[in-house]
């Protein structure tokens, strides 16, 4: 089953409106978790990377206030895409590893598409 | 900076051929992780491999093989006798480790259609 929980799966929503996505580690605990982003036809680029209990670590290029990035748990980071417009449309997809296997590789979520009319 | 190459944007074979996809990557580290990935339509992205960079030795899985060679930076998949099913986009990465985690950097991605 999935170890790494992603919602929504889809949004579509209008100009000016800030969408918050969940990423969830189930049955383990996540200090690092890691968003990416995907056009349609590209590849996956980082955006930033989680840290529970302190700023995220942003990319260059990324804007750290258009996204917004809350790791407050240790199972839970959020990414909050704040008064969307259309080119913020793309594929986000989050991931996780579990240190409790530190030879396993990261885990993903099943992304979510978000639509911006 | 840590690099990957996947210079064949899109692949089309028709079913039973067999095809290898391309990776080639960059880095200065000494200790790093390769990983191929499928993307089908859906979206959600499937981990085929994680191969460490201290061990060179090829694998097989079913259908699924995987070239690596560090003398040559490059860590090629092979699907033989391809199905339909295995239609997707195919993702290779190299990790780079990040506080104790792997953030990961990924190729452009080859679009590999199975024709029936």
């Known amino acids: 089953g999935a170890v790494v929980s992603q919602h929504p799966s889809r949004v579509i929503c209008k100009s000016g409106t800030s969408v918050k996505i969940e990423c969830r580690s189930l049955?383990?605990?996540?200090?690092?978790m890691f968003w990416y982003r995907q056009f349609p036809k590209q590849s996956l680029m980082l955006m930033a990377t989680s840290n529970e209990g302190s700023k995220a670590t942003y990319e260059q290029g990324v804007e750290k206030d258009k996204f917004l990035i809350n790791h407050a748990s240790l199972t839970l980071s959020t990414l909050t895409v704040t008064s969307a417009h259309p080119e913020d449309s793309s594929f986000y997809i989050c991931?996780?590893?579990?240190?409790?296997?530190?030879?396993?590789?990261?885990?993903f979520g099943d992304g979510t598409r978000l639509s911006i009319l | 900076a840590q690099k990957v190459t996947q210079a064949q944007t899109e692949i089309s074979v028709v079913e039973k051929e067999d095809v290898t996809l391309d990776c080639v990557y960059e880095?200065?580290?000494?200790?790093?992780?390769l990983f191929w990935y499928k993307q089908p339509p859906s979206g959600e992205l499937v981990f085929l491999i994680r191969r460490n960079s201290f061990d060179e030795q090829n694998e097989i899985s079913g259908r699924y093989s995987w070239n690596f060679q560090k003398s040559t930076s490059s860590f090629n998949f092979t699907i033989t006798a391809s199905q339909v099913v295995d239609s997707a986009v195919y993702f290779c990465?190299?990790?780079?480790?990040?506080?104790?985690?792997?953030?990961?950097?990924f190729g452009q991605g080859t679009r590999l259609t199975i024709n029936p």
């Open positions: 991931s996780a590893r579990d240190p409790g296997f530190g030879n396993q590789p990261q885990h």
């Open positions: 049955d383990f605990q996540a200090t690092t």
């Open positions: 880095t200065r580290d000494t200790t790093y992780y």
């Open positions: 990465a190299l990790s780079e480790e990040a506080q104790g985690a792997q953030k990961l950097v």
